[in-house]
């Protein structure tokens, strides 16, 4: 299973999210430190109700604790962009 997979699977135990894409972006980090261990880094748009009134900060505390058990073997970093259905339209 790649890390993508791995990463999207891990964010659907926590979430339903109405969308989900996780963008594998390793290739454009090659050589840098960080990628010696192995973990890659990701793009994560996730849309779900359950980032109703919350802020940014919260959000990403939410998508890093579900993703946690990635870090570091799989994930290096990770960008996030998590919003609610209302605000994807």
């Given at each position: 299973?790649?890390?993508?997979?791995?990463?999207?699977?891990?964010?659907?135990?926590?979430?339903?999210?109405?969308?989900?894409?996780?963008?594998?972006?390793?290739?454009?980090?090659?050589?840098?430190?960080?990628?010696?261990?192995?973990?890659?880094?990701?793009?994560?748009?996730?849309?779900?109700?359950?980032f109703?009134?919350?802020?940014?900060?919260?959000?990403?505390?939410?998508?890093?604790?579900?993703?946690?058990?990635?870090?570091?073997?799989?994930?290096?970093?990770?960008?996030?962009?998590?919003?609610t259905p209302?605000?994807?339209?």
């Amino acid at each position: 299973m790649s890390g993508a997979e791995q990463v999207k699977d891990a964010l659907k135990k926590t979430f339903s999210p109405t969308h989900l894409e996780v963008i594998d972006e390793s290739h454009l980090h090659a050589g840098h430190e960080g990628a010696k261990s192995g973990g890659g880094h990701y793009v994560v748009h996730i849309v779900d109700e359950a980032f109703v009134g919350k802020n940014r900060v919260q959000r990403h505390r939410m998508v890093n604790e579900a993703t946690q058990g990635l870090f570091p073997a799989v994930i290096h970093a990770l960008s996030i962009k998590a919003q609610t259905p209302d605000e994807s339209l």
